[in-house]
T-cell receptor, first 110, second 116 residues
Framework: QKEVEQNSGPLSVPEGAIASLNCTYS??????FFWYRQYSGKSPELIMF??SNGDKEDGRFTAQLNKASQYVSLLIRDSQPSDSATYLC??????????WGAGTKLIIKP | GAVVSQHPSWVICKSGTSVKIECRSL??????MFWYRQFPKQSLMLMAT?????????EQGVEKDKFLINHASLTLSTLTVTSAHPEDSSFYIC????????????FGPGTRLTVL
């Protein structure tokens, strides 16, 4: 059974601080990794994807991938109240299907 | 960027009726479309995957005869909830992917279904 694990939270972070979201996966054959943001009552929107080990930066967001340890993380710098949402980690398996984590609820406190 | 539309955005129907939800990729050809269901405070649950021109592949536990999926063209997929009951009330979301490789899925805005 392929699994993607996330801490459900909520994770509470002060405004302006760094929010760190983590995700582990079970399938060593996974090749692609995605972070989606979902606001309450809305559908998910893609924030970042990463395919290679290491860091990938896009504005205030940094995705980190460590295939040896089978984890992927998302860092949000200078957190804003508008970043408050549920963050979904998704992992692409060898059949090109996405395996979804249950999501981490992030709360940015002003 | 890739845009996926969904219609209707919300629908209320009586128990026993059927409801059709449309999902369209507006600026790309969606080789594959996915249908998800999400109950309040829960994560996405994949219902089925459909490739253009072929039958949908349903996830375990999803009733094929109740949730009819048609992917007739590269830009349109429909989900019909037949004989809807209150327990079918949920947030239904489609997503679309161009190609078969490790490309990201682009999500529609979702359809809120309420069955009375």
């Amino acid at each position: 059974q392929k699994e993607v694990e996330q801490n459900s939270g909520p994770l509470s972070v002060p405004e302006g601080a760094i929010a760190s979201l983590n995700c582990t996966y079970s399938d060593r054959g996974s090749q692609s990794f995605f972070w989606y943001r979902q606001y309450s009552g809305k559908s998910p929107e893609l924030i970042m994807f990463i395919y290679s080990n290491g860091d990938k930066e896009d504005g205030r967001f940094t995705a980190q991938l460590n295939k040896a340890s089978q984890y992927v993380s998302l860092l949000i710098r200078d957190s804003q109240p508008s970043d408050s949402a549920t963050y979904l980690c998704a992992v692409g398996d060898s059949n090109y299907q996405l395996i979804w984590g249950a999501g981490t609820k992030l709360i940015i406190k002003p | 960027g890739a845009v996926v539309s969904q219609h209707p955005s919300w629908v209320i129907c009586k128990s026993g009726t059927s409801v059709k939800i449309e999902c369209r990729s507006l600026d790309f050809q969606a080789t594959t479309m996915f249908w998800y269901r999400q109950f309040p405070k829960q994560s996405l649950m994949l219902m089925a995957t459909s490739n253009e021109g072929s039958k949908a592949t349903y996830e375990q536990g999803v009733e094929k005869d109740k949730f009819l999926i048609n992917h007739a063209s590269l830009t349109l997929s429909t989900l019909t909830v037949t004989s809807a009951h209150p327990e079918d009330s949920s947030f239904y979301i489609c997503s679309a992917r161009e190609g078969f490789s490790y490309n990201e899925q682009f999500f529609g805005p979702g359809t809120r279904l309420t069955v009375l």
